[in-house]
């Protein structure tokens, strides 16, 4: 899923990279904040495809450092991006766009050169080699420097917006003086004069991001929604688009430590989230009787599942959930708004399918009526909450399998949380588990916040350890904010 295949043999091959650009310019402690959260989440998400990652304070040294590893392009983001499906989206842009050295946010400066925003861009460093390493060139408005003549490019009749975003600039057959140079500048006139054309994210991938301007003080507010557009909680995720791992090795290893137990789960906790519940049971074989704790931040989502739940005949999945998201919300906008996933629903269907095979339909029919449901509204993150819904786990006789999902390594969480908070409330929801594990009848699942642990694991067996211990290569310690000790 997520084009996972497709990214990781390029970042082992060395074709392609990520670069995190600091961006030292912001004042504003809030903006600081959420910036640098939101630089935690991305480069951890991002190591999933592409786990060789490089950050610098200034392009020059980021280029040197891919280059000096031996990659042939990276993509950059500066501190201040917001991405939405951008990884998703990305290998058709890229595939398309192989030949073209550098692609960029381009501005027509007018009297002054061509200069480029840094907030994204894709930059072949074989062809940054071949022409000589050329420097970024640094902004300053101010600059005293004389002017200068060069080529003028030609660049395209179409703006993104205003007058000053051209879709392309190529190499031109006049030259023209320019009063001066920005940032971004020396970069364009090295490209230009290597007759090389630079072109603009395209529409798909510039829907795919965002940048919140975050060192413009008056400006920077503006931009916010941007990025509180994705943190919505009242959500619900209508489809499942993937079947549980398998679970065989981690059972047998309980059953050799235990042999009195026949490898029963009467107990399931599980987040709000399309037909979660009833998949997990299922997959973990639960008996009548048993009982499913659906938890949730999001009240919105806890309804939704439960109507699910009570609703649904087990036949023809995506048809049923179209009837009720229409119903939930007629407009189709506000449909967008409160739901994720519907785009996925045939993936839903085609796993009802594979789990149709193996006897799902008759145990909704034979099993599902006996079990005692329970809906819980509660944020997993607060450990004043969290510690008391714990105890629903709590029981000597039944062995519980716990779902955390992914929730602490989550964007909507992540901008209220850095990293290493999210690993220290990780951590201690874990002891917490600890606590009230029977002979070590807890399984958990939880996609650990920098991928140190495995995801999946018997409470006791857990290995919790602090930030600092962290190996420095873990993706944790990429970036200079979590690097002991502490800069700036």
């Known amino acids: 899923m997520f084009n996972k295949d497709w990214y990781l043999p390029k970042n082992k091959s060395k074709e392609l990279t990520v670069g995190w650009l600091y961006n030292k310019q912001i004042d504003d402690p809030f903006a600081e904040g959420y910036t640098r959260n939101m630089l935690d989440y991305w480069s951890v998400e ?112 179409e703006n993104w917006h205003d007058e000053y975003t051209p879709h392309w600039i190529a190499p031109g057959t006049t030259s023209r003086t320019y009063k001066r140079k920005l940032g971004g500048s020396n970069m364009v006139r090295a490209l230009i004069e290597d007759g090389k054309q630079i072109i603009s994210w395209n529409k798909e991938m510039r829907e795919e991001k965002a940048y919140t301007y975050p060192e413009i003080v008056v400006g920077a507010p503006r931009h916010i929604p941007a990025v509180l557009e994705q943190l919505g909680m009242d959500i619900f995720f209508i489809a499942n688009t993937e079947l549980p791992p398998d679970y065989t090795q981690w059972i047998n290893r309980r059953k050799l430590q235990y042999p009195e137990w026949d490898g029963t789960f009467n107990r399931l906790v599980v987040p709000a989230a399309g037909l979660s519940a009833l998949i997990y049971a299922f997959i973990l074989g639960m008996p009548k009787n048993g009982k499913i704790f659906v938890y949730d931040i999001s009240k919105f989502g806890l309804e939704m599942t439960k109507r699910i739940i009570q609703e649904w005949d087990g036949k ?126 807890l399984f958990i699942y939880s996609a650990c916040p920098v991928g140190y642990h495995s995801r999946i694991n018997w409470a006791d067996d857990w290995n919790q350890i602090p930030f600092s211990e962290l190996p420095d290569n873990n993706i944790g310690k990429l970036l200079k904010w979590n690097k002991p000790p502490y800069k700036n």
Not at 77 to 96: D, M, S
Not at 324 to 349: C, K, N, T, Y
Not at 380 to 404: C, G, Q, W
């Open 316 to 441: 023809d999945y995506s048809k049923f959930a179209q009837r009720l998201m229409r119903e939930i919300a007629p407009e189709p906008s506000r449909r967008r708004d409160i739901f994720r996933g519907s785009a996925q629903l045939g993936d839903s269907d085609n796993t009802i399918n594979k789990l149709a095979e193996q006897g799902f339909i008759k145990w909704l029919e034979e099993v599902l009526p006996t079990l005692e449901i329970f809906y819980n509204p509660v944020n997993i993150m607060d450990p004043n909450k969290s510690k008391k819904f714990v105890k629903t786990a709590k029981n000597e006789r039944d062995v519980t399998y716990i779902h955390l999902s992914n929730i602490y390594h989550y964007l909507p969480t992540s901008f209220y949380y850095n990293l290493q908070q999210r690993w220290a409330l990780h951590n201690e929801l874990i002891n917490s588990y600890k606590d009230v594990s029977d002979n070590n009848n």
């Open 46 to 157: 991002f190591s999933w495809f592409l786990p060789e990652q490089f950050e610098a304070d200034n392009i020059d040294d980021l280029l040197k450092k891919a280059h000096a590893a031996g990659f042939k392009k990276m993509v950059v983001f500066k501190q201040g991006t917001v991405l939405r499906q951008f990884i998703q989206e990305f290998p058709t842009f890229y595939e398309a766009t192989k030949n073209v050295p550098f692609v960029g946010h381009i501005l027509d400066q007018q009297d002054s050169y061509y200069t480029i925003h840094p907030q994204a861009f894709i930059i072949d460093l074989a062809w940054w080699e071949s022409v000589g390493f050329p420097e970024w060139g640094q902004q300053d408005r101010h600059s005293l420097e004389e002017s200068f003549e060069t080529i003028e490019p030609i660049r395209s009749a």
